[in-house]
């Protein structure tokens, strides 16, 4: 069983400060590594992607992949209230063809005004 | 991203019945659509890979003769949950392809309530 394990949290960051998320996942043969934000009752909706090793920056938003350790990180800088959500980590299936995605279950931010 | 739409966002039925929930690709043609199912307070568990032209992949533990997928155009996959049980209420979410390697955009989801 391929698995991606995440923190549950919930992780609480004061207002304007980073925050960290952290995802690993078992399947050495996954090569998309993917961030969604899923607000409560919502859909998610995607934030970052990331397909090499090294950083990704978009915005306040940073992705870290580390293949070799099979990590891979949402850094969140400047924290807003709005940032508040279950954040998602999400690896591709390798089969062949288009990849469904495997996900995390998740962990619960909240930013503390 | 790519925009994908789903119809009815939420849908109560009696125990037994057969429920349709349609996923649309807007901006794209997709060959490729794929559906998930969320539980409460769990995360997304991809049930099926839907093709056009051809028959969806399921994913073990689904059961392809109660989830019925249709892929007949590359802008239109449907989803009939049949003889529905109340342990099919479940959040339902498709997605498609359009952005990036394997990037997925999903659709608003259906919320299903079997009663």
């Known amino acids: 069983q391929k698995e991606v394990e995440q923190n549950s949290g919930p992780l609480s960051v004061p207002e304007g400060a980073i925050a960290s998320l952290n995802c690993t996942y078992s399947d050495r043969g996954s090569q998309s590594f993917f961030w969604y934000r899923q607000y409560s009752g919502k859909s998610p909706e995607l934030i970052m992607s990331i397909y090499s090793n090294g950083d990704k920056e978009d915005g306040r938003f940073t992705a870290q992949l580390n293949k070799a350790s099979q990590y891979v990180s949402l850094l969140i800088r400047d924290s807003q209230p709005s940032d508040s959500a279950t954040y998602l980590c999400a690896v591709n299936r390798p089969g062949g063809g288009a990849d469904g995605l495997t996900f995390g279950k998740g962990t619960h931010l909240i930013i503390q005004p | 991203g790519a925009v994908v739409s789903q119809h009815p966002s939420r849908v109560i039925c009696k125990s037994g019945t057969s429920v349709k929930i349609e996923c649309r690709s807007l901006?794209?043609?997709?060959?490729?659509m794929f559906w998930y199912r969320q539980f409460p307070k769990k995360s997304l568990m991809l049930m099926a890979t839907s093709n056009e032209g051809s028959k969806a992949t399921y994913e073990q533990g689904v059961e392809k003769d109660k989830f019925l997928i249709n892929h007949a155009s590359l802008t239109l996959s449907t989803l009939t949950v049949t003889s529905a049980h109340p342990e099919d209420s479940s959040f339902y979410i498709c997605?498609?392809?359009?952005?990036?390697?394997?990037?997925?955009?999903f659709g608003p989801g259906t919320r299903l309530t079997v009663l």
């Open positions: 997605s498609a392809g359009g952005g990036e390697v394997n990037e997925q955009f």
């Open positions: 901006d794209f043609q997709a060959t490729t």
